[in-house]
């Protein structure tokens, strides 16, 4: 009677399979283990960039720089600005004709409400004073307003205030193109906008004339 002993290999073979199958599993779990490493490590470096990159989105920091003698200048005017453009803006309120004109003058109420509040900051952080009344002529223009109404109103107003925001508007470039101050800098990136915003909305009431640019252009060192 012929024997019937099983053969060994085949399990000899699964064996080794089985042992290569692990060898591998342990070949890829050491490769992961490297790479996490790596890349935990590329991932700190990238994040000890980031504090300073926030630091120079945040704008600046207190008061660092020089204050020259026209930063000094455009302090006061954006000061005095506020103090005879805000009465302006209430007075549009109750004076003018134009749905449009009363829009412009609450735009002048807020935008100057916010630089003003700026302003006084940077005057006592900069330890430079600052006027608590609007010049002579300032104050004659706001004389002028109390005493119209009507379309009257409305094209005196845009006379006045889109002449006084484009001659501004010209000093706040040169002063931003040169201070030292990054008081003065934050100042008049924020008074550049503003002034931008008045002008676009005293400019949509469709009353601004062709001899008040020419007025505005006429200050305009050559």
Known sequence: MKSHAR??????????????????????????????????????????????ASAALAGPRGNTGTVSALDKIFLTKVRQAGLWEMPAGRLAQTHASSEAIKRAGMHLLEGHSKLDELAREDSEALNVPIPDQATPEQQGWVDQLKNARGQAFDQLFVDLLRASHGKIFITIGEVRATTKNSLIRRLATQTNNTVQDHMDVLEDTGLVKDATLDDVASTIPK
Do not use: H, K, M, Y
């Open 7 to 52: 053969n060994p290999r085949p399990t000899s073979n699964r064996g080794r399979l089985i042992a290569a199958a692990l060898a591998l599993t342990s070949v890829i779990a050491a490769v992961s283990v490297w790479l996490g490493q790596r890349n935990s490590s590329a991932d700190e470096s990238v994040s000890a960039d980031l504090p300073a």
